[in-house]
């Protein structure tokens, strides 16, 4: 194997790290920049689904805590 000096390094780390960051890409940068879409892929794929009735355990639907209570 030859040893690796001087640019030829920077190159192979370049390459290396070039290489993690396109398979992190469609995973985590665009989804993360195209959220609107992924909502209605969602919306169009639940549709019709009564999740009350397939919560297991008898356990209430998740909510946001993080959002005001509404008064029912």
């Not at 290489?19 to 195209?34: C, D, K, R, T, W």
Request: glycine share 12%.
């Amino acid at each position: 194997m030859a040893n690796l000096s001087g640019w030829r390094y920077a190159r192979f780390l370049g390459g290396i790290a070039g290489l993690i960051g396109l398979a992190l890409y469609p995973i985590i940068v665009y989804p993360y920049f195209h959220v609107e879409e992924y909502k209605d892929i969602q919306k169009k794929t639940r549709e019709g689904i009564n999740q009350e009735a397939i919560q297991p355990g008898g356990m209430k639907v998740w909510t946001n805590p993080f959002e005001g209570k509404t008064k029912s």
